[in-house]
């Protein structure tokens, strides 16, 4: 069974563009949730999703956003980049039914740097 | 919101000695709990979890114990190789699907 893929690896902009992160979650997962890792902060929530819906927010301003297709697929939207914006960014798979805790399973990540 | 925190930051182990780190957290209510092992590179990688209705699971040289009235949660490695070596970081899942996490302790196994 094939893991969580996220694409690119690595990134690197310019502040003030904006980037678009892809991940594919485990077959058979339709949660999917975006974590942003600094060595400041650690792993900090965005947002959760789960058969297109988004379910939960983190605390992060508007220019982070992001969407899930219906194969499950979810991107992850940061218009108008800054300096300190620049972290590993990981996408966790679950399949996330209804209420159950199960699982999350994180990809490798993409490491996006802001220059 | 839930906080979790996570002791020590650093912890250094001659190799088949057992190593011990512990998390606690905030919310009565939480009852999923996971920990992460992430390597250099790499992204998290999911070693032992365990339910609130469960007070100890073992997985070979792996351990977590709960204690939902003191609001903790600990990982147990014994004989520590060191492959070993990593961070490990604990988190809580919480009523809106978030993993909240500790801030991490550095393992360091030693020959």
């Known amino acids: 069974k094939a893991g969580v893929t996220q694409t690119p690896r690595y990134l690197i902009k310019t502040r003030g563009q904006q980037v678009t992160l892809s991940c594919s979650p485990i077959?058979?997962?339709?949660?999917v949730s975006w974590y942003q890792q600094t060595p400041g902060q650690g792993l900090q929530f965005l947002f959760e999703?789960?058969?297109?819906?988004?379910?939960n927010k983190g605390n992060f301003p508007g220019r982070f956003s992001g969407r899930q297709f219906s194969n499950s697929r979810s991107e992850m939207n940061v218009s108008t980049l800054e300096l300190g914006d620049s972290a590993l960014y990981l996408c966790?798979?679950?399949?996330?039914?209804?209420?159950?805790?199960?699982?999350?399973?994180f990809g490798q990540g993409t490491r996006l740097t802001v220059v | 919101g839930e906080n979790v925190e996570q002791h020590p930051s650093t912890l250094s182990v001659q190799e088949g000695d057992s190593a011990v780190i512990k998390c606690t957290y905030s919310?009565?209510?939480?009852?999923?709990f996971l920990w992460y092992k992430q390597e250099l590179g790499k992204g998290p990688q999911l070693i032992i979890d365990?339910?609130?209705?469960?007070g100890e699971k073992k997985d070979q040289r792996i351990a977590v114990t709960l204690n939902k009235t003191a609001k903790h949660f600990s990982l147990h490695i014994t004989e520590t190789q060191p492959e070993d070596s990593a961070v490990y970081f604990c988190?809580?899942?919480?009523?809106?699907?978030?993993?909240?996490f500790g801030k991490g302790t550095s393992l360091l196994v030693t020959p």
């Open positions: 966790a798979s679950s399949s996330g039914t209804a209420r159950m805790n199960t699982e999350a399973f």
């Open positions: 077959s058979g997962h339709r949660s």
């Open positions: 365990i339910r609130s209705n469960v």
């Open positions: 919310d009565s209510a939480s009852n999923y």
């Open positions: 999703y789960f058969s297109e819906t988004q379910r």
């Open positions: 988190a809580v899942r919480d009523s809106g699907y978030a993993l909240n």
